[in-house]
């Protein structure tokens, strides 16, 4: 992909030296702890070593695991793999005071426990509004009519034969963050800024079907709708339909999940998440917006003077750190720590994440790493000595526009605090010690 | 508009299985049938594209939404326990807490119409005969004191003749609304005297595993 950047370290060099054998003896250390340290040791140590003089050391080390000696599963035991039994708690999560029942609602995606730029398809945020639609592929159909010269139908296996493309692209309500516009309210990033996911979809760009049923010329408003019971509905300018909309069938390399809109949904790049119709059936061409709930009642943004903005599509630039963060505290004391993030745009590349260890005072460049790709997550990390005393943590994201994330102070003076929506304001962790991290805001 | 679609298809229908050279396109897909089309095309816009034929009354609309709609959105639209509140919160868009009903706050009428066709009542949606749905658009007008009179009928013919008082108080996404560093770089150092907390989550406690009484809405 042409748009790959490689973003330098910087502000880390002169941090590294004090560290490295606290953090290369992190995991062991930790893992001494939970055994319950000294007496087992020597209890282990002798166990093992018999007439010999008694052994001291890691008994992670100085005993035989069951997994050293004996066989485990074969090759017929997990036809399709799941994580492993101690990655248990890392499942998304749900808020169930937000809705009033689980089946129009939403659960959050575990951003904390994750790494890397792509989330694992089964922990992806779900938002539907009528429950997850089991749908039969070969009972599916995509209809194209309205403003077009030939009103078409496609099956699953029609639209698997156009050219296909794969793009990674972020996926996030416009809900995200939302809870918080009132204060500091949340414990964990994955409450404050799970409604967001990073998928590489593979599917058929939306102009090409567009193009085979003929848009006519007053045609400029797109309407998809999906096949749930929600029948929930978007109406998409045509400009945008045809700029770089995609009808994605695979995530990740293999079908979309049913929370996702198995066999089919919509992908609209770096625009609110509510518009990718899940379980896509039908698109009809008009020459106005349609006006629906999910663009007047919902997904409007109420200003302080009680107007509201309405088709306000793209997110705009925003960051977060995912550890340490209140799920995710620091389990070391004070030397070489790993500080990480996520990164996105609506408008393009991440150009920049700027990091803050007291409140925004001052401010480090973080490094990129990884793939840097246009309307995708990005991951950052600032590698610091910490010196073990209360840290007020904030990450700020500069986009490929020169659009920088504000501070939740400067969104809420142009905007109030009723507008649910499209709150990318700078979050703060306080890091209390080792153990304990609390969403807080700051001066 | 349907009458135009009607014709085009019926075109297009005629031309259809000449199969398309490929410089008109892959030649994927086959023609929508006028059945198919008008079994999925559901929706309705503002200038009232899409409204079927049909009537109902207040009077009736409000038995068909104590059947079929209050146990969850309460008998005059107030909203039992969390299920939305469809009435009432006129003046209220600049309250701390908003309360967002069709009357207070929805811009268009034919949303009303639109979203009860499709998605209500929730888990039996398209359940719904049109002069039902008139009824209870009409039933919700008068909860939301759009209309006044009882014996008021909505019809396809008088129904984009009612406005929604909130219309005009909506306007076009104004972003990006917070300022651009394009040429300058933000501050690096010393950019504020000092820090203090000014809120934290600890107050509100509504975390989930801890406490489970909170108050909010994602939407």
Redesign the interface.
């Given at each position: 992909m042409s748009d790959q950047k490689h973003h330098q370290a910087s502000g880390t060099s002169d941090q590294h030296v004090s560290a490295g054998s606290e953090a290369s003896k992190g995991p062991s250390r930790r893992s001494f702890l939970r055994a319950g340290a000294a007496s087992s040791l020597a209890m282990g140590a002798g166990l093992l070593a018999g007439n010999k003089a008694a052994a001291t050391g890691d008994p992670a080390i100085l005993e035989l695991q069951d997994w050293n000696q004996y066989l485990g599963e074969g090759v017929d035991a997990r036809p399709y793999g799941t994580p492993s039994p101690f990655e248990e708690h890392v499942v998304r999560r749900n808020v169930s005071w937000l809705t009033a029942d689980p089946i129009s609602s939403v659960n959050f995606t575990p951003l904390h426990d994750l790494d890397g730029i792509i989330t694992p398809s089964g922990l992806c945020f779900e938002r539907h509004h009528s429950g997850i639609a089991e749908v039969d592929p070969a009972q599916h159909r995509l209809m194209i009519h309205g403003m077009v010269d030939k009103p078409l139908v496609f099956t699953m296996e029609d639209l698997k034969r156009f050219p296909r493309e794969n793009h990674a692209y972020f996926l996030e309500c416009a809900a995200n963050s939302g809870m918080e516009w009132r204060g500091a309210q949340l414990n964990g990033c994955q409450f404050t800024h799970g409604m967001v996911h990073n998928i590489m979809y593979t599917g058929v760009r939306l102009s090409h079907l567009l193009a085979e049923a003929g848009v006519k010329p007053k045609g400029s408003w797109l309407l998809a709708e999906g096949a749930d019971s929600s029948t929930m509905t978007r109406s998409i300018p045509l400009e945008k339909a045809l700029d770089d909309c995609i009808v994605a069938f695979a995530m990740n390399g293999e079908a979309l999940r049913p929370e996702q809109g198995y066999p089919v949904r919509l992908v609209v790049p770096g625009w609110e998440g509510n518009m990718w119709v899940k379980w896509l059936r039908r698109l009809e061409i008009g020459d106005a917006p349609w006006q629906h709930r999910e663009e007047t009642s919902k997904y409007t943004d109420l200003m302080a003077d009680g107007r509201a903005r309405r088709f306000t599509w793209v997110m705009d630039a925003k960051s977060v750190i995912t550890n340490p963060s209140p799920q995710a505290p620091l389990m070391h004391d004070k030397g070489q720590t790993v500080l990480t993030g996520l990164a996105w745009s609506g408008r393009g590349t991440i150009d920049r994440v700027d990091v803050s260890l007291d409140g925004g005072r001052s401010w480090h460049a973080a490094r990129i790493d990884g793939p840097s790709l246009n309307k995708s997550l990005h991951r950052f990390y600032f590698d610091f000595n910490w010196d073990g005393k209360p840290l007020l943590l904030q990450s700020r994201a500069i986009d490929s526009t020169g659009y920088i994330q504000p501070t939740k102070s400067a969104l809420r003076s142009v905007r109030g605090e009723n507008s649910i929506y499209h709150n990318n304001g700078i979050q703060t962790w306080h890091v209390k010690g080792p153990g304990e991290v609390e969403n807080v805001e700051v001066s | 508009m349907l009458k135009s679609?009607k014709t085009?298809?019926a075109i297009?229908l005629l031309i259809?299985s000449a199969g398309p050279a490929f410089s008109?396109?892959?030649g994927?897909?086959?023609?929508?049938t006028i059945d198919?089309?008008s079994a999925?095309?559901?929706?309705?816009?503002?200038?009232g594209?899409g409204l079927p034929e049909g009537s109902g009354t207040v009077i009736e609309g409000e038995e068909v939404f104590a059947e079929r709609c209050a146990a969850?959105h309460g008998d005059f639209g107030e909203g039992v326990?969390?299920?939305?509140v469809l009435s009432g919160g006129q003046g209220s868009?600049?309250d701390?807490r908003?309360v967002?009903t069709?009357g207070s706050?929805?811009?268009?009428l034919?949303?009303v119409y639109?979203?009860i066709n499709?998605?209500m009542p929730?888990?039996e949606?398209?359940s719904l005969t049109p002069d039902e749905i008139y009824g209870i658009t009409a039933y919700l007008l008068y909860m939301n004191d759009v209309v006044t009179d009882e014996e008021f009928e909505l019809s396809k013919a008088n129904f984009t003749s009612i406005r929604l008082p909130n219309e005009d108080?909506?306007?076009?996404?104004?972003?990006?609304?917070?300022?651009?560093?394009?040429a300058t770089d933000?501050?690096?150092?010393?950019?504020?005297p000092?820090?203090?907390?000014?809120?934290?989550?600890?107050?509100?406690d509504?975390?989930?595993d801890?406490d489970?009484?909170?108050?909010?809405?994602?939407?």
């Open positions: - | 679609l085009s298809l297009s259809a008109e396109g892959l994927l897909g086959r023609t929508a198919e089309v999925w095309d559901i929706d309705v816009r503002p200038d594209m969850c326990d969390r299920w939305p868009l600049t701390e908003p967002k069709i706050y929805w811009p268009y034919s949303t639109d979203y499709r998605a929730f888990g949606s398209q108080n909506f306007f076009f996404d104004p972003r990006p609304d917070t300022p651009i560093f394009k933000p501050c690096m150092s010393d950019c504020k000092e820090v203090t907390i000014t809120s934290r989550a600890r107050v509100l509504v975390t989930p801890e489970d009484g909170g108050a909010g809405s994602i939407d």
